[in-house]
């Protein structure tokens, strides 16, 4: 016989709960965020993220004497929403280490230099095989801040 839709509601809730008093429970005995020290909104957070094998949204359902659970919450740390975003950006892939990026530092730093020699930003794409937006938000700061 299968399952009714009004059963399989109540499934998906019931597990999202135990899921998420699992998450609050180690969260709050390995609270507060280990940078500021507050206890909203905390989350979980990978300390090397390279080190990472499983989702942190799939440990929850784990069982919690699962060694591959436990061994995974090692590595991990409790920082609050602000934290971890901040912590995230600073560690996110920038110019060259984007898996697609075209451009090297070294062509933006020229594709800057020709643009105030004058160079408009469609005379530059073709040069450098992007598109006029791509040199413009170059050439803007919006995109490769990081290279001066």
Same mark, same amino acid.
Not at 124 to 130: D, E, T
């Given at each position: 016989?299968?399952?009714?839709?009004?059963?399989?509601? #109540?499934?998906?809730? #019931?597990?999202?709960?135990?899921?998420?008093e699992?998450?609050?429970?180690?969260?709050?005995?390995? !609270?507060? %965020?280990?940078?500021?020290?507050?206890?909203?909104?905390?989350?979980?957070?990978?300390?090397?993220?390279?080190?990472? +094998?499983?989702?942190?949204?799939?440990?929850?359902?784990?069982?919690?004497?699962?060694?591959?659970?436990? +061994?995974?919450?090692?590595? %991990? +740390?409790?920082?609050?929403?602000?934290?971890? /975003?901040?912590?995230?950006?600073?560690?996110?892939?920038?110019?060259?280490?984007? !898996?697609?990026?075209?451009? /090297?530092?070294?062509?933006?730093?020229?594709?800057?230099?020709?643009?105030?020699?004058?160079l408009? #930003?469609?005379?530059?794409?073709?040069?450098?095989?992007? #598109?006029?937006?791509?040199?413009?938000?170059? %050439?803007?700061?919006? /995109?490769?801040k990081?290279?001066?």
């Amino acid at each position: 016989m299968p399952i009714s839709d009004t059963r399989r509601a #109540y499934l998906r809730e #019931y597990q999202r709960n135990w899921i998420r008093e699992r998450r609050e429970a180690w969260l709050r005995e390995h !609270g507060p %965020c280990v940078f500021c020290g507050s206890g909203v909104q905390l989350e979980l957070d990978h300390k090397d993220s390279s080190t990472k +094998q499983i989702e942190s949204a799939s440990i929850w359902s784990m069982s919690p004497g699962n060694p591959r659970r436990v +061994q995974e919450l090692e590595k %991990c +740390q409790v920082l609050c929403h602000v934290c971890h /975003t901040i912590k995230a950006s600073k560690e996110k892939a920038k110019g060259e280490q984007v !898996g697609k990026a075209r451009l /090297t530092e070294a062509e933006v730093i020229t594709i800057r230099r020709l643009h105030k020699q004058g160079l408009t #930003y469609r005379k530059l794409a073709p040069m450098f095989n992007v #598109y006029w937006t791509a040199i413009a938000k170059i %050439c803007t700061q919006k /995109t490769w801040k990081h290279v001066k």
